[in-house]
């Protein structure tokens, strides 16, 4: 292929990593391109007030954070596209990136497509998404003023989303599967003193009432102890139940964890069969289990847009 239609870098996801490495390989003069995915601006795209990023003494909005960052990176030389990875082969090289419409070849690679929502599968469910079924309480919270609505889900998005929606809801119910919830001690403490939050534990959603109306109406929901099964008339149901890897693109070619996350060296260098494998660096929640904060996402990003200027400069580029 011609060398001049061959990038230095690209990148993707377009969150908090994805954009450092972008701000940081832009300045270097990389150019690098940034594929913004299917769920651009990643997980503080949908996330309210974010109080201990450095920098904000009285925090900032995530969505306003991410834009911020986006128009760093522009700022200094990167490409932002709006584009989904149907596959990828990194026997080649340069690498060979498949958009469906396009096929793009890179000398490096860094991969900060994160980690999408869970959801609870249910047919129902499914066939309500956008109709009162949501993952996003940023997005879909202002449409539901003064009704009662639902969060599912025992952790510290959960409660997240909760305390958030009390913002427009007259009521919000926090169900959860388990009798414990696995939320941080603050994060559950803020969700119990809240006067608008209810909680449901040892529950679970058996189906989503409203397909026929596309709308939601209520869920049928089941006493795990008790067996015994209730309605909840709720006008939505928003969903708080973790996330899933966004690399199953790299399957068989990089080393992916039980759960599907990419297994990493020295924090950003991505193995395949243990070993590291060069010019391919990961960065963000898609490697990062352990911290999953905006802040050691940025640094990932960084550590992983040195890393290629450093690859490529050892490479005579």
């Not at 929640?285 to 290629?308: H, N």
Request: aromatic residues 6%; negative net charge.
């Amino acid at each position: 292929m011609p060398e001049n239609n061959t990038r230095d870098t690209v990148i993707l996801g377009s969150g908090c990593s994805g954009l450092t490495a972008a701000i940081y390989a832009a300045r270097s003069n990389l150019k690098p391109l940034v594929l913004e995915g299917h769920e651009p601006g990643g997980q503080l795209s949908i996330t309210t007030l974010v109080e201990n990023f450095p920098g904000w003494p009285d925090g900032i909005q995530g969505p306003e954070l991410i834009e911020n960052m986006k128009k760093q990176a522009v700022r200094f030389g990167a490409e932002l596209r709006m584009a989904h990875l149907a596959s990828v082969d990194l026997t080649k090289h340069p690498f060979e990136l498949n958009l469906g419409n396009e096929i793009i070849h890179t000398r490096t690679l860094i991969i900060a497509s994160g980690a999408s929502a869970r959801w609870l599968n249910l047919p129902s469910e499914q066939a309500l998404i956008g109709h009162g079924v949501s993952s996003c309480a940023t997005c879909d919270g202002f449409f539901f003023s003064g009704k009662e609505i639902a969060v599912i889900g025992g952790g510290d998005s959960a409660m997240e989303e909760a305390l958030f929606l009390t913002r427009f809801a007259s009521k919000v119910t926090l169900i959860n599967r388990s009798e414990h919830f696995r939320a941080s001690k603050i994060m559950l403490e803020r969700a119990v003193a809240h006067p608008n939050i209810e909680f449901l534990s040892s529950t679970t959603v058996e189906e989503v009432l409203g397909v026929e109306e596309k709308d939601v109406k209520g869920l049928r929901l089941k006493n795990r102890v008790t067996g015994d099964e209730f309605i909840l008339h709720v006008s939505a149901m928003f969903l708080g139940i973790g996330h899933i890897p966004n690399a199953s693109a790299f399957k068989g070619m990089l080393d992916l964890d039980e759960d599907g996350y990419i297994l990493t060296q020295n924090n950003v260098f991505p193995t395949l069969n243990g070993e590291p494998l060069p010019g391919v660096y990961a960065c963000g929640d898609i490697q990062d289990r352990r911290y999953r904060q905006a802040i050691t996402a940025a640094g990932s990003g960084c550590m992983a847009a040195l890393e290629v200027e450093k690859y490529l400069e050892e490479h005579g580029r």
